[in-house]
């Protein structure tokens, strides 16, 4: 009678320590793989709020600059706040109390020609802006193209 009273509490003991192994085995995935999920959750916020706009800087002579701009859509981004990092602050423009914008006066070391009647102007995403680069706000994906034309 001994004998199987020590069998079954040696069997009892093992089923025990093998459900509370598998248990602790469960609950150790379930949470790895809610660490996963919530990693994978703030990678998507971080993406969604990120954007990247191109810069293109066209001198109208067969050069052109071009450069990606990243930015956090959280906060308005203007052509002017992207050009200015695409150029690394290689701008000039002066501002216009009557229309409270920017015009831009030289990119890259290269200025606006009176005589020439060459002027520096912008199109986002193909069409010339009706609005200062300071009041154009631009979205993921845009295209800025700054060109040195006649006008």
């Known amino acids: 009678m001994l004998n199987k009273l020590n069998f079954l509490v040696i069997i009892l003991i093992i089923w025990a ?18 660490r996963e999920v919530s990693s994978l959750k703030s990678f998507r916020e ?3 709020k990120n954007a990247t706009v191109i810069v ?4 109208g002579n067969g050069t052109v ?15 002017l706040n992207a050009t200015l990092m695409a150029v690394g602050g290689r701008i000039k423009y002066t501002f216009s109390e009557k229309f409270g914008d920017v015009f831009v006066t030289e990119i890259l070391g290269v200025e606006n020609d009176v005589n020439a009647s060459k002027y520096w102007m912008f ?4 069409e010339l802006s009706q609005t200062g680069a ?12 700054w060109r040195y034309v006649k006008f």
Do not use: C, M, Q, W
């Open 17 to 34: 320590t093998l459900a509370s192994v598998f248990a602790a085995s469960y609950f150790n995935r379930v949470d790895l793989l809610e």
């Open 46 to 48: 971080s993406f969604l």
């Open 56 to 59: 293109v800087v066209n001198f």
């Open 65 to 79: 600059f071009v450069k990606p701009v990243h930015f956090n859509l959280n906060h308005s981004f203007s052509v």
């Open 123 to 126: 199109y986002v995403n193909g």
């Open 134 to 145: 300071l009041k154009t706000t631009v979205l993921n994906d845009y295209v800025i193209e």
